[in-house]
Structures are given as C-alpha cells and as structure tokens.
C-alpha cells in the first residue's frame, strides 16, 4: 500500500486547510486510515483517524476543529481544519492499517507540513 498525502502548506492563525491522502497498491486490505502528526522535538501523536465503516476517532486537541472523511471509491481520506493555532504546526502523516486501529506494522505516508504563522 502507498500512501500519498498533500494539502499542506502555510496558513494563519484561525485559518483552515484540508490535507488529502491516497491510497494505492493493496486498497482492499485497508481498514483504518488516518493522521498523525510531530512537531520538532516531540512525540508522534494520532490526529484523527476513521475506520472504513467510517467510525471516527479525534484526539482531544482536534475536537471541535476538524473534520475526517473518507471517500472509499477513490480511496482517499481528508482532514479539514479549522481554526488552526500556532501550536498545530507540524508534519503531518497519513496512515492506513488492515486492522480497524493501528498496530505497529501500519502503512506510512510521506506526510505534508503544516505551518500556521502570521
């Protein structure tokens, strides 16, 4: 499985982007897809993610702020945020798994960077 994510760039504060990714190769095997994010210097957190039965998940610093999607005919998931903060600066990476969470052997994307600044 490939995973192909775009939609980031620089925005300001209180502003709003919507990341893409698209899943290629072994699409049937995927289950859950989602994204995470890593500031420099920090721990890898798990942003949103939904499950192909579009059962959603949102980390509490997203909730209210985002929304997950999923387009299973074209195999894509997108996250719109909104009300971006300084803080949501980050690389944010796409990520899918077989299972309906993510175990250690998930599929990675090469991630997009989000930068919110005035």
């Known amino acids: 499985v490939q995973l192909q994510a775009s939609g980031g760039g620089l925005v300001q504060p209180g502003g709003s982007l919507r990341l893409s990714c698209a899943a290629s190769?072994?699409?049937?095997?995927?289950?859950?897809m989602g994204w995470f994010r890593q500031a420099p210097g920090k721990q890898r957190d798990l942003v949103a993610s939904?499950?192909?039965?579009?059962?959603?998940y949102y980390a509490d610093f997203m909730k209210g702020r985002s929304t997950i999607s999923r387009n299973n005919a074209v195999n894509t998931v997108y996250l719109q945020m909104n009300s971006l903060r300084p803080e949501d600066m980050a690389f944010y990476y796409c990520?899918?798994?077989?299972?309906?969470?993510?175990?250690?052997?998930?599929?990675w994307g090469q991630g997009t960077q989000v930068t919110v600044s005035s």
């Open positions: 990520a899918a798994d077989p299972r309906a969470y993510f175990s250690s052997g998930h599929y």
């Open positions: 190769g072994s699409v049937s095997d995927i289950n859950i």
């Open positions: 939904i499950t192909r039965d579009r059962v959603t």
